[in-house]
């Protein structure tokens, strides 16, 4: 199984920007997904996540309202849109997945929740 994510730049604060992550390989089951972020000295954290069977989605207080996340299962890709963003969302992105398709909410902003990492994307926010 292999995640690849793509979309990330250079954005100005106010702008928006689309992140993309491809799953491939094993994807005959359902996947629950999720983005993190890293920035430059600090800790991982979690950003957003997609159960796959009830579709319900999961963000960070600091990113509510700001971002969102859509699904193409036909082509096993989620996406993290982000809008009105701040230099606090630079960072590189990283999308996660695990194959259980409904962990319980509390274990989704856990970076041990999830089996298979991307590459990660640098997204960063600056006039």
């Known amino acids: 199984v292999q995640l690849v994510e793509s979309g990330g730049g250079l954005v100005q604060p106010g702008g928006s920007l689309r992140l993309s992550c491809t799953i491939s390989?094993?994807?005959?089951?359902?996947?629950?997904m999720a983005w993190f972020r890293q920035a430059p000295g600090k800790e991982r954290e979690f950003v957003a996540a997609?159960?796959?069977?009830?579709?319900?989605?999961h963000f960070a207080d600091a990113v509510k309202g700001r971002f969102t996340i859509s699904r193409d299962r036909a082509q096993n890709t989620d996406s993290l849109q982000m809008t009105t963003m701040t230099p606090e969302d630079t960072a590189v992105y990283y999308c996660?997945?695990?194959?259980?398709?409904?962990?319980?909410?509390?274990?989704?902003?856990?970076?041990?929740?999830?089996?298979?990492w991307g590459p990660g994307t640098q997204v960063t926010v600056s006039s």
């Open positions: 997609k159960r796959w069977t009830t579709s319900s989605t």
């Open positions: 996660a997945a695990t194959q259980n398709p409904h962990p319980i909410v509390s274990v989704l902003s856990l970076p041990r929740t999830y089996d298979y």
């Open positions: 390989g094993r994807t005959s089951s359902g996947y629950t």
